[in-house]
């Protein structure tokens, strides 16, 4: 069974940091593209990055760009979110989601174009919780 779990998620202060995890069982993540979504209270889905299987392309958006990174440890089939500074407004269920890749020039495309659109994923996880508050 395809399966994604996140965790890391807790409530920090404004400019704190944390680190989310979203690690796979029942697939190798290396063949899944995985992108970060979050969703605040009363708000849409928002797709806020993501990143390809094997080099790795990257992508943010204007929101977090600058203060969150995200990588992925293929031996753990695990992907990270680290997230700094974070802000008040940073506070939301953060969810990861995958959709599979076979390393095309046309799934690099649908990537560029696609990443931050979450019907465009196959996979979610339940979620984690981030809060900022002081």
């Known amino acids: 069974q395809l399966q994604l779990v996140e965790s890391g998620g807790d409530l920090v202060q404004p400019g704190g940091s944390l680190r989310l995890a979203c690690a796979a069982s029942?697939?190798?993540?290396?063949?899944?593209?995985i992108g970060w979504f979050r969703q605040a209270p009363g708000k849409e889905r928002e797709g806020i990055s993501s990143?390809?299987?094997?080099?790795?392309?990257?992508y943010y958006a204007d929101t977090v760009k600058g203060r969150f990174t995200i990588s992925r440890d293929n031996a753990k089939n695990t992907v990270y979110l680290q997230m700094n500074n974070l802000a008040p407004e940073d506070t939301a269920l953060y969810y990861c989601?995958?959709?599979?890749?076979?390393?095309?020039?046309?799934?690099?495309?649908?990537?560029?174009?696609?990443?931050?659109?979450?019907?465009?994923?196959?996979?979610w996880g339940q979620g984690t919780q981030v809060t900022v508050s002081s």
């Open positions: 029942g697939f190798t993540l290396d063949a899944y593209v």
């Open positions: 990143i390809s299987t094997n080099e790795g392309r990257t």
């Open positions: 989601a995958s959709r599979s890749s076979r390393r095309t020039l046309m799934d690099a495309v649908q990537l560029r174009a696609n990443w931050a659109n979450e019907g465009w994923y196959e996979y």
